[in-house]
């Protein structure tokens, strides 16, 4: 069983740019949500994916945007990059039930 | 406002005996707790849960214990050995809720020494 993927495992960005992070979610599980994740805090929730539909979303600016496939697997993006930006972006996964299994992130440094 | 708490930034332990980590919530609309534990260079990874109509939920060497009317959560790690060594976080769902998020503390940083 393969666990949660993500990619990349790092990126650099320029203030005003614009990224986009993949996540593959665990084998079965077709429910996605993404957290972000700044230094010495605990995960933050931006939004939830569920048969391709946004399913709540926590208190981020619509500049973060996220898709789901077919295939379940996810991408957030984010536009007009902010230095605050920079953080560890975790993506999850479910089945539906209330345990969502984590990936091991993408560290993001805006400059 | 915070809704999960862990009040402790570190605890340090001795291999071998008891680690005690404390999780506070405010949000009576919680009704699952769970607690990760973060590696440096990695995501979360689950460790053990407890749903609102138990009050504790034992697993190998860790137990949660709940305590509703407090709003407290506590995760016994018995005994502790070094491997153990990361961060923890609580975390709360409230299960009914389209979109359930998961609400996190900011974590506790377990040393155990040798």
């Known amino acids: 069983e393969t666990g949660v993927t993500q990619s990349p495992t790092h990126l650099i960005k320029t203030r005003g740019q614009q990224v986009t992070l993949r996540c593959s979610s665990q084998?079965?599980?077709?429910?996605v949500s993404w957290y972000q994740q700044a230094l010495g805090q605990g995960p933050q929730f931006i939004f939830q994916?569920?048969?391709?539909?946004?399913?709540g979303r926590g208190n981020f600016p619509p500049r973060f945007s996220g898709l789901q496939f077919p295939n379940y697997s996810s991408e957030l993006n984010v536009n007009a990059l902010e230095l605050d930006d920079s953080a560890l972006y975790l993506c999850?996964?479910?089945?539906?039930?209330?345990?969502?299994?984590f990936g091991p992130g993408t560290r993001l440094l805006v400059l | 406002d915070q809704q999960v708490k862990q009040n402790s930034p570190s605890l340090s332990v001795q291999e071998g005996r008891i680690s005690i980590l404390n999780c506070d919530y405010t949000?009576?609309?919680?009704?699952?707790f769970l607690w990760y534990k973060k590696y440096p260079a990695e995501g979360p990874t689950f460790l053990i849960s407890?749903?609102?109509?138990?009050d504790k939920n034992e697993d190998g060497r860790f137990t949660v214990f709940l305590n509703k009317s407090a709003k407290h959560l506590s995760l016994h790690i018995v005994p502790s050995q070094p491997g153990d060594s990361a961060v923890y976080f609580c975390?709360?769902?409230?299960?009914?809720?389209?979109?359930?998020?998961?609400?996190f503390g900011k974590g506790t940083t377990l040393s155990v020494s040798s």
């Open positions: 084998s079965g599980h077709n429910t």
């Open positions: 407890i749903s609102s109509i138990k």
């Open positions: 994916y569920y048969r391709e539909e946004e399913n």
């Open positions: 949000n009576s609309m919680f009704d699952y």
């Open positions: 975390a709360a769902i409230s299960a009914n809720q389209a979109g359930t998020a998961l609400i």
């Open positions: 999850a996964s479910t089945a539906g039930g209330e345990t969502q299994y």
